[in-house]
């Protein structure tokens, strides 16, 4: 009886379009996802289209179970669980993925990449194919696709960040990187590496002059109310991905891969767009009410960030990996420019 009360169950959820639910009475396969952010976030969003997709797409063969906001904890945390199986998929960023598998270090270089179009031709490039195929033979984890969440911005109290000369003597805040250690160096400012947890506390008392970070970061984190200069000089790609089990994934039939693949794809193109309209539509605009001065570098005062930053970081990433893979990279990003500059001429 409870059985046919099941089934007559799962016909009327079909027949009204309801089909998620359904995924929760016959799913075949769960996916327990987890990521670091809050629920009304753009992240968050995409998460819900992949669950959408995914359990629809499989006519509720995977059920897709969401934790959000650091449930299971940090993002590092989930890609060892995911790593070790105890969940499916996880996020990562730009700067946690080097700890699971080194080459992805690359991916935090700054002034690699010029803007967010460059960077999603390099990921469906043959050498990040390549470099993704090998993370997931050697650590156990596949992206399966990412979304830039902005680029970084240099901000501070002591003057207008204009050009590399203007960095000297200030005294700015990064992550425990050694790429945005040797960058603010380079350029004459002194770097400061603070827990995340306490900078808001170190930009309000004085301890650092500075910090950089996303424009969303920069509003949404009210940075506005203790710092004062705003550079938009777009220094390092921010890259939220989607990382798989692999493990998990070859267990999937071949159908499902291809669901699971596309519903990743569909929640980056989500997260995207809705950062990428706060950024450059809304923030901008917002921090300038709240009292910051906004300030865009020139194409001439721009280069001198990337003149500055470009032999350090390419003699780091020399020493700590292959340099044939480090050179393989900056030709491909070259070819990727070469080809867009052509195809407007």
Excluded: C
Aim: proline content about 5%; charged content about 20%.
């Amino acid at each position: 009886m409870k059985s046919r009360m099941k089934k007559a169950l799962a016909a009327t959820l079909v027949a009204v379009g309801l089909n998620l639910p359904l995924s929760a009475l016959s799913a075949d396969f769960t996916i327990r996802a987890s990521h670091s952010e809050a629920t009304d976030s753009p992240l968050h969003k995409g998460y819900l289209v992949f669950k959408a997709y995914v359990e629809g797409a499989s006519a509720g063969k995977v059920e897709v179970v969401i934790s959000p906001a650091g449930q299971l904890g940090s993002i590092k945390d989930g890609l060892e669980q995911a790593k070790a199986g105890a969940i499916q998929v996880a996020q990562a960023d730009e700067q946690t993925l080097d700890a699971f598998y080194k080459p992805m270090m690359i991916m935090a270089t700054p002034y690699l990449f010029a803007d967010d179009e460059e960077a999603r031709q390099f990921l469906a490039s043959d050498v990040f194919i390549k470099t993704n195929e090998a993370m997931a033979a050697e650590a156990g984890l596949r992206m399966l696709a990412a979304s830039s969440y902005g680029f970084r911005n240099f901000t501070n109290n002591v003057r207008p960040i204009k050009s590399a000369v203007d960095m000297k003597g200030i005294r700015l805040r990064v992550p425990p990187s050694p790429m945005s250690l040797a960058m603010v160096n380079a350029m004459g400012g002194s770097p400061t590496p603070i827990p995340w947890e306490e900078l808001y506390g170190a930009l309000q008392t004085g301890v650092v002059d500075g910090q950089e970070n996303p424009l969303g970061v920069i509003h949404d984190y009210s940075f506005n109310e203790v710092q004062k200069y705003l550079t938009v000089d777009n220094h390092q790609l921010g890259l939220n991905s989607i990382i798989v089990s692999e493990q998990f994934f070859k267990s999937l039939p071949p159908e499902l891969r291809e669901i699971v693949v596309t519903g990743a794809q569909m929640a980056a193109v989500t997260e995207y767009g809705e950062r990428n309209y706060q950024s450059r539509v809304v923030t901008i605009e917002a921090l300038r009410k709240k009292g910051m001065e906004v300030y865009f570098p020139t194409t001439e005062e721009a280069a001198t960030f990337s003149a500055a930053a470009k032999a350090p970081m390419q003699e780091y990433l020399n020493k700590e990996l292959d340099p044939a893979f480090v050179k393989a990279v900056y030709d491909e990003i070259e070819q990727i420019r070469g080809k867009r500059a052509s195809a407007v001429q």
